[in-house]
């Protein structure tokens, strides 16, 4: 049975940085495209990163000059280094193994004064 973990979470205030780790039981990453994606509870997921195996990223417009997602194919982790994190960045953040579209459960964010 495959499992994605996301850790990192918390409380920050406005400006603060966050790292943000995606493991796997089940599979191994370093063979996986990965996803971040974020929700804020009654809104649609929306996508933020993507990294592919071969380590060639993509980051989507609320990520670009803030949040950088990389791979450490060693720990086989998956990371998203969140800087500058704004009140508006409050949300469930999600690992996906874009492959086999298995999903976390999730680490909150939460971005308060």
């Known amino acids: 049975q495959v499992q994605l973990v996301e850790s990192g979470g918390g409380l920050v205030h406005p400006g603060g940085s966050l790292t943000l780790s995606c493991v796997a039981s089940g599979t191994q990453l370093r063979f996986a495209s990965v996803g971040w994606y974020r929700q804020v509870e009654g809104r649609l997921r929306e996508l933020i990163a993507t990294i592919s195996q071969f380590g060639s990223t993509d980051l989507r417009p609320l990520a670009k000059g803030r949040w950088t997602v990389s791979r450490d194919n060693a720990k086989d982790t998956v990371y998203l280094q969140m800087d500058h994190l704004r009140p508006e960045d409050t949300a469930r953040y999600f690992c996906?193994?874009?492959?086999?579209?298995?999903w976390g459960k999730g680490t909150l964010v939460t971005v308060v004064s």
């Open positions: 996906v193994h874009l492959g086999g579209n298995y």
